[in-house]
Structures are given as structure tokens and as C-alpha cells.
């Protein structure tokens, strides 16, 4: 049997392994982070909602990611959009007032994001998976990879690397080196989460809903550009949770969360100050997500480009990941969709 090495541990990692594993193939990942989940991030602070710092939505639309949850069993439910929102389209006006048209539904994870990931995890081994292991040196001879971790070195017979493509080619030494090509437009693509600032506030009780607000708000003055109520599938813990402006990821969270209750007072009042916990996320400070662009680049740039898909070093190295995904890339469903490719890939392969 051969030798199954996946660089990354978040959801196109643990799908692709999941998918091994009903096959009857145990493939070992290796995630340099100290936990699971990659950019799916789910918080549980005691007594309070779970609120994410990473990917939190999903639509219909998302069949794969749905078929998924489906055959896992974890239900989902629609983001609570019922009431009055705000919009704030330029500082020297007050917000309006508005109620939200009819749209297709957002859903969320009953749960969490992070119930998906633990709950793949569950079909695996504990000794599949590696921890805490940033992955500096590939080289590959004669069929047979070798990979050089943080203190550990493996070897392998087939290599899948989930990570954005932009860290794979800037963080990772290849012997010999991968394609010219590929690397140009690697550094090109843009990492799905990386400018992103997530903020998510909890609450004793949900004062907005008794207001008749939605707790969504839109601005163009920030700090929070977007704004949802994030409370629990059983709306029994409340919370808050948004985006931030990714210009503040220089700030202190001491001065984002100073800025962050000063735009909510303005809009509920001195409520918006009785708060339980406060976190914020800031992806460009995430070094196993995100690395500075040389020049400008636009959301999703080159996400899901076939040169991703193509075949490097035999056929044996195969490049998944939500941002190289033929469908859906840059969103969880991308994700899903990348690992089951990739087990399709490895499944002829073996």
C-alpha cells in the first residue's frame, strides 16, 4: 500500500482524508498549527454562543458542502435576518433604517463551523494526524518524497498540500523546483480569509431582536463594515459578529475593540456596552494563512485556475485547497469540492 502524506489539517485536508479512510486508506496530515480546522475556526466561550473567527457561512447552493453535512449529519440553520437593519453610507449623516428584502437564505453550522471539522475528525485515527508541524523541505527522487517538517522528516509515495497556493511557494523549498509557471501565478493568487478581520461580541441577552432589529448592519465608515446577529441555533446565548476593516490589522485589539463599541453605541445605544466576551481575529497576523502580496490583488484572483490541477512530479504531488477548486473556490464549498477531487486523484493513482 502506498504512502499517503496531506499538508493541512482544515477542511480540504480532513475531507480528502475522510474520503481515504472510507476506502480503506489512512493517510497521514501534517498541520503546522497547534490545532485542527485551519481557517475554520470555531470559539465556545463558556455559557456563551459560539462564535467564529473564520468561515461561518454556506447557501443551497453549496450542494457539495451540503451533500456533506448531510451524510455527516449535522443540520444547519438560516441566519436570523428578521427586523430592521442599519446603513451607514458616508460619516457625516446619520445611519438609515431599513428593512432587508427577501433573499436566499444564509445558513450557518447548528453548532459551529468547527462541528464539521471535529466531526471529520472522528472518522479518522488520533495518530493520522500531526500537529505543530510546519513543513520547510520537499524533495522527491526516484518516486519516494521526502518532507522535511519542523522536527520531523517523512516520507511519502504521493503528496497532497492543501495549503494556499501563495504559502506553498513562498514558505516551501522544492527539490527539484516546481514549474516556473505555476510559481508566477501561485504568488498571483489571492488566500481566500487573509485580509479579513473577524469580529464577534456576546451578549446576556439579545436586545437587539426586542428593538425589532435584525443586528445587521452595513457601513462604509466602520470600523465593522458588516455586522449580523450571531446567536445560537437554539436562540438561547446571543451574540454580534462581523467584519472589521482590514486596514485596522495594525492596531491593537485594545484600540479595534475602543473603535468597535463606540460604532455600535451609535447605532443601539449604551446596550451595545453590556457585553459578555469580545474577540476579534486578524488573518494577516495568521502566518500559516496569509503572506504579503507583491502588488495589488483582487478578491479570489486566480482562485480555481486549472493550472492548480494539473499534474507535478509524476502525478505523485497533487495541489488542493478551496483556492484551487473547480467550483465554488475561495468558500468552504470550494474546499469540500478540492478534497474530494483530490481523493479521486489519489484513489486512480493507487
Known sequence: MKNVLILGAGLTGLTLAYQLKKAGIAATLIEARNRPGG?????????EAPVEMGATWLGEKHETLVGLLNELALPVFEQFLQGYTFYEPISTSP?????????????????????????????????????????????????????ESTDQSFTADIVVSTIPPKLLVEKLTFQPSLPEPLLRKAQQTHTWMGESIKVAITYPRAFWREKKYSGSVFSNVGPISELYDHSNVEASHFALKGFMSGALHGATQE????????QLQKYFGDEALQYSTYYDCVWQQEQDTFAPYAGYILPHQNNGDPIFRDTYFDGRFIIAGT?????????????????????ERVLKLL
Open 323 to 343: 483556492e484551487t477548486a473547480a467550483t465554488f473556490p475561495g468558500y468552504m464549498d470550494g474546499a469540500v469540492v478540492s478534497g474530494l477531487e483530490a481523493a
Open 39 to 47: 481557517r475554520i475556526h470555531t470559539l465556545y466561550p463558556t455559557g
Open 255 to 262: 484600540q479595534r475593540k475602543a473603535l468597535v463599541f463606540q
Open 95 to 147: 445611519p438609515q433604517v431599513f428593512l432587508l428584502p427577501e433573499q436566499a437564505p444564509n445558513l450557518r453550522i447548528a453548532g459551529g463551523s468547527s462541528v464539521l471539522i471535529n466531526k471529520l475528525l472522528s472518522h479518522l485515527a488520533p495518530d493520522q494526524l500531526q500537529l505543530g508541524q510546519h513543513v520547510q523541505k520537499i524533495a522527491y527522487l526516484d518516486g519516494v518524497f521526502s518532507v
